[in-house]
């Protein structure tokens, strides 16, 4: 699993792995260190807080390339391998809605920003693929991508 983890790390920019812990996150646990939790929202419950309130901040951590393939129209898009930029995007005084294709990068970017200071974010279950599975939302009308960038 250790490979799997600096393969998918890599993947969305973070190329320097130093280790991982081991035993994983039940000997953290047991060893009685802090955890953090990561408030989850399924993209069932997410199509009814966005009908009810549209203006809701939501953060769509893709690559741009993805992005533009398809999006929800009131997303904004803070890809994860652009952290730094993408942190200036958002309005740290509302929560934030994160999503990405599937759940992995989008819980990524919310634990960074929870080590930076930041703490009000939301991720929604199964990213983009669930949302379009599961709602009935509109997306912006599919693109085929002409680059993985």
């Not at 799997?4 to 996150?25: C, K, N, P």
């Not at 309130?53 to 992005?67: C, F, K, M, N």
């Not at 942190?87 to 819980?107: L, Q």
Request: with cysteine; charged share 20%; proline share 3%.
């Amino acid at each position: 699993r250790e490979e799997e983890v600096i393969t998918r790390l890599a993947r969305v920019g973070y190329d320097h792995s130093m280790g991982y812990l081991q035993g994983g996150f039940q000997a953290w646990k047991a060893q009685g260190k802090e955890v953090a939790v990561v408030e989850t929202m399924d993209a069932a419950d997410f199509e009814v807080l966005l009908k009810s309130y549209p203006q809701v901040q939501i953060l769509d951590v893709r690559r741009a390339s993805e992005y533009a393939s398809q999006h929800l129209p009131v997303a904004i898009n803070a890809p994860l391998d652009y952290i730094n930029e993408s942190s200036k995007k958002m309005d740290p005084e509302h929560t934030a809605y994160v999503h990405c294709a599937g759940g992995y990068r989008s819980m990524t970017f919310i634990s960074v920003m929870k080590a930076r200071g930041f703490h009000d974010f939301v991720n929604i279950n199964g990213g983009l693929a669930a949302i379009k599975d599961q709602t009935s939302l509109l997306l912006t009308e599919y693109v085929e991508p002409t680059t993985l960038l």
